[in-house]
């Protein structure tokens, strides 16, 4: 049964899509039962061009990535979520809508990343500075595909997560 989790920032266009991408290729890499996607709160409506380009560079295949609203997951026929992980704290701060798809609310956990968007040193900080967060997003998406998700409760799998979050 797969495993599905939510990953969001407020524009959706940066640290979540990293997110999104790296979560999916890993786990497709890992032969793990998961699927990600991405969402935000106010969503830009478009992907930042330096996340696309440390996706690539990574190997991640980025066509069909899109800056979505997160009330593409309050839909009846919405994937089950099972987990939604911030990784801004403005979207962390904000109160989630009731998202559907059949397993009730899903667990809430926050892993915070400053925003590569805003690093200094021009187009070059920039791009370090999202292969970076990539890089540090990438490190506890592996703890995340290292866990028995296919048997742990919420508890447990609450309780991982939030240890991931320290690490």
Same mark, same amino acid.
């Given at each position: 049964?797969?495993?599905?989790?939510?990953?969001?920032?407020?524009?959706?266009?940066?640290?979540?899509?990293?997110?999104?991408?790296?979560?999916?290729?890993?786990?497709?890499?890992?032969?793990?039962?998961?699927?990600?996607?991405?969402?935000?709160?106010?969503?830009?409506?478009?992907?930042?061009?330096?996340?696309? %380009?440390?996706?690539?560079?990574?190997?991640?295949?980025?066509?069909?990535?899109?800056?979505?609203?997160?009330?593409?997951?309050?839909?009846?026929?919405?994937?089950?979520?099972?987990?939604?992980?911030?990784?801004?704290?403005?979207?962390?701060? %904000?109160?989630?809508?009731?998202?559907?798809?059949?397993?009730?609310?899903?667990?809430?956990?926050?892993?915070?990343?400053?925003?590569?968007?805003?690093?200094?040193?021009?187009?070059d900080?920039?791009?370090?500075?999202? %292969?970076?967060?990539?890089?540090?997003?990438?490190?506890?998406l592996?703890?995340?595909?290292?866990?028995?998700?296919?048997t742990?409760?919420?508890?447990?799998?609450?309780?991982?997560?939030?240890?991931?979050?320290?690490?």
């Open positions: 049964m797969t495993t599905h989790f939510l990953i969001l920032c407020t524009h959706n266009s940066a640290r979540s899509v990293l997110a999104e991408g790296m979560l999916n290729h890993l786990a497709a890499r890992l032969g793990c039962d998961v699927k990600a996607y991405s969402a935000g709160s106010a969503p830009s409506g478009r992907i930042n061009p330096f996340a696309l %380009e440390a996706l690539a560079a990574a190997g991640v295949e980025c066509s069909g990535f899109r800056s979505k609203s997160w009330d593409e997951f309050t839909q009846a026929d919405s994937p089950p979520l099972t987990a939604v992980i911030t990784v801004c704290d403005s979207a962390a701060a %904000e109160i989630c809508p009731l998202f559907h798809g059949g397993h009730g609310q899903p667990l809430k956990v926050h892993w915070g990343y400053p925003d590569p968007s805003h690093a200094d040193g021009g187009d900080g920039k791009r370090r500075a999202f %292969e970076l967060t990539r890089q540090a997003l990438s490190y506890r592996l703890q995340l595909l290292a866990l028995p998700l296919e742990m409760d919420a508890s447990q799998l609450q309780t991982a997560l939030a240890a991931i979050a320290r690490s």
